[in-house]
């Protein structure tokens, strides 16, 4: 997904077009079981470059749909910076990850914040509303997972 995208910049840029991206929004998948997918800052990259920022974590093991389908062992945790509340980073592992972090993707491409995560309505039970209970978790909105508030 990388090549193509890359592809299809340079052909852009050679056709005349103005076109770029910024390497930071392609998504990163390991096809393994349980998938593992990020995109963006890393929290790990956040501590060794002492990057200032804040985190909401959803475990699978709260997810209906993760229950249905016996694959509890995932989470999602999407990472925020503390100054504007934009998401700038996320990580999640579990069953079909790949699919899921492309929302996350999206959400650092347009500058999107906690709130714009959590108050978009996701169908439910999905895997994919754990990209909201993490934003819900981070904004101390979540009301699928005691999480006393952090403000």
Known sequence: HKATHEGKVAAEVAAGEKSGFEARVIPSVAYTDPEVAWVGLTETEAKQNGTAYEKGVFPWGASGRALTLGRAEGLTKLLFD??????????????????????AAL?????????????????????????????????????????????
Not at 135 to 149: V, W
């Open 82 to 103: 503390p100054s504007t509340g934009r998401v700038v980073g996320a990580g999640i592992v579990g069953v079909n990850a790949g699919d899921l972090i492309a929302e």
């Open 107 to 151: 959400a650092i491409e347009m500058n999107a914040d906690g709130a714009d995560l959590a108050l978009t309505v996701h169908p439910h039970p999905t895997l994919s509303e754990t990209v909201a209970f993490a934003a819900e978790a981070y904004e101390g909105t979540i009301t699928d997972l005691y999480m006393p508030r952090r403000r």
